[in-house]
């Protein structure tokens, strides 16, 4: 008889906490730190997504429509820049504590 594997929630991820910090980072004015940690993580579409806010932020209009083209299936573009910062940390806490998929592949 198969024993269903036990609902356990996902620990932090040391991307995820870079992410975070990233955001972190960004809203307390720190553009620079916050860019040095996107660029290690370019590829994942949440660190696309800070990038092409931080562009935003930066005036940089051209580079910031770049890099949400290539987030494109997580970025939800807010009124200003630090209100999508504060969905994106919401974002990114909210995949640390989800439950985890069982032995099927399914979530409970």
């Given at each position: 008889?198969?024993?269903?594997?036990?609902?356990?929630?996902?620990?932090?991820t040391?991307?995820?906490?870079?992410?975070l910090?990233?955001?972190r980072?960004a809203?307390e004015?720190?553009?620079?730190?916050a860019?040095?940690i996107v660029?290690?993580?370019?590829?994942?579409?949440?660190a696309d997504w800070?990038h092409a806010?931080l562009?935003?932020?930066?005036g940089d209009?051209?580079?910031?429509?770049y890099w949400?083209?290539?987030?494109?299936?997580v970025a939800?573009?807010?009124?200003?820049?630090?209100?999508?910062l504060?969905?994106i940390?919401?974002v990114?806490s909210?995949?640390?504590?989800r439950?985890a998929?069982d032995?099927?592949?399914?979530?409970p």
């Open positions: 008889m198969d024993r269903p594997t036990p609902r356990r929630f996902h620990a932090t040391d991307v995820e906490s870079e992410l910090d990233a955001v980072r809203r004015g720190d553009w620079h730190g860019h040095e660029q290690r993580h370019e590829g994942d579409a949440r800070i806010v562009h935003r932020i930066e209009s051209g580079n910031a429509e949400y083209r290539r987030c494109a299936s939800s573009r807010a009124a200003s820049p630090q209100a999508e504060a969905l940390a919401e990114l909210a995949s640390t504590t439950p998929a032995a099927r592949g399914t979530a």
